[in-house]
């Protein structure tokens, strides 16, 4: 078993009396790709803070490698931070902004410039080395930010939504990049994010967070097919959530209809909420399935349909190959491991009918989006 390098003991923090972390546990191991997760203000951004130092809890203790270190400044942490603005020196070249920080640990000459050149080579900008920043692509600023980071060889990473101002391709190359870089390296990457699909691709562990609390913890893939509620079965990718009856192990009611699936150990006729991804229905005649309902929109996504379908007055959504149309009846056939179902939480009605739709989107698209005040404060600082 890996060592811990973060540990995290009941974080609380407030501003202006308003708590933004809520009694924060968390424990980060040693070489783990982590990511922070969640909407705008759920405190994930005043979490990598803590870590870093650049802020201190009102309670509770932060713990690297197993020593105490709520009082230690963080230019003594052994942490370096990559920020949504890179917050690179303009009047530097390639060279001397990634060489700037051991320059300020008065690392002796040669050794800077292996390490640089080792850096350089890992971010793939040989050749590069005397190019001013301004005469950069979004892009190579961001490898220079990552190679500057990396240079001073700390044992945690911390990447506060770097790739947020990076066009879709760019940021979908340089996940794959951050993720190759991390594996060489070895070292403790903590990335905070708000796009979910970022997230499942590139992390060890996901950690969801809403309203200054952690809402759960785990590996891509059981944050995704196990959700504990309906706020990380709704922000975790499409979902359909709808309220239903636990009647026995293995057998859930929803939409009129009993419906078996795997899940057990509810009590018996518990209320619950039931989640079906889009993706897991099968389109069928009406005649082929118990629930069938009425599609009311059609869009074409290139790979598949995305349909909203009415079922018992409930917006469902579904994706699928086959053709279907606005106005047509049909079935939606499920396999019992097609569901997964949870027990009530204070997220319960909240999410998961098709009606209207998040614009949780809109902001990940937006190149001028910052996470909240606390990021670009910080960024500031740094420049």
Same mark, same amino acid.
């Given at each position: ?42 405190? @994930? ?72 050149? =080792? ?93 200054? @609390? ?23 990718? =499409? ?136 990021? =670009?404060?910080?960024? =500031?600082?740094?420049?």
């Amino acid at each position: 078993m890996k060592n811990k390098i973060i540990d995290l003991h009941n974080i609380t923090v407030a501003f202006d009396g308003e708590k933004v972390l809520d009694g924060i546990d968390l424990s980060i191991e040693d070489g783990q790709f982590v990511t922070l997760l969640g909407p705008s203000g759920c405190g @994930k951004t005043t979490t990598l803070r803590i870590i870093g130092g650049f802020i201190s809890p009102d309670s509770g203790d932060v713990f690297f490698d197993g020593k105490r270190i709520n009082d230690l400044p963080a230019y003594k942490r052994q942490v370096s931070t990559i920020f949504q603005r890179y917050a690179l020196f303009p009047h530097l070249n390639v060279y001397d902004n990634i060489a700037f920080g051991l320059r300020v640990q008065k690392v002796p000459k040669n050794e800077i410039a292996e390490r640089v050149a =080792e850096v350089i080579k890992m971010v793939n900008l040989s050749g590069f080395e005397k190019r001013k920043i301004d005469s950069l692509s979004g892009g190579q600023q961001q490898r220079v930010a990552i190679a500057r980071a990396i240079v001073t060889r700390p044992k945690v990473l911390l990447l506060d939504e770097p790739l947020a101002a990076l066009d879709l391709k760019l940021r979908k190359d340089m996940q794959v990049e951050l993720k190759n870089i991390q594996r060489q390296l070895g070292i403790t990457f903590i990335f905070v994010t708000h796009d979910q699909e970022e997230a499942l691709s590139m992390s060890d562990v996901v950690v969801v967070m809403d309203g200054g @609390k952690i809402q759960q913890i785990g590996t891509p893939e059981d944050i995704y097919n196990e959700p504990v509620n309906a706020f990380v079965a709704d922000f975790i990718g =499409e979902s359909n959530i709808v309220d239903g009856i636990m009647i026995e192990d293995n057998l859930v009611k929803f939409a009129g209809q009993k419906i078996r699936c795997v899940d057990k150990g509810f009590g018996k006729n518990e209320p619950v909420d039931v989640v079906i991804r889009p993706e897991d229905i099968d389109v069928v005649s009406p005649n082929e399935s118990p629930l069938s309902g009425l599609v009311t929109a059609v869009t074409f996504k290139g790979v598949h349909f995305e349909a909203i379908v009415d079922v018992d007055n409930f917006k469902w959504m579904i994706q699928t190959t086959d053709m279907i149309k606005e106005g047509q009846e049909i079935g939606l056939l499920l396999n019992p491991d097609d569901m997964h179902v949870m027990r009530k939480s204070e997220y319960s009605g909240m999410f998961g009918d098709y009606s209207s739709f998040s614009d949780e989107m809109d902001y990940i698209s937006d190149p001028d989006y910052v996470e909240d005040e606390e990021s =670009e404060e910080v960024a =500031e600082a740094e420049e």
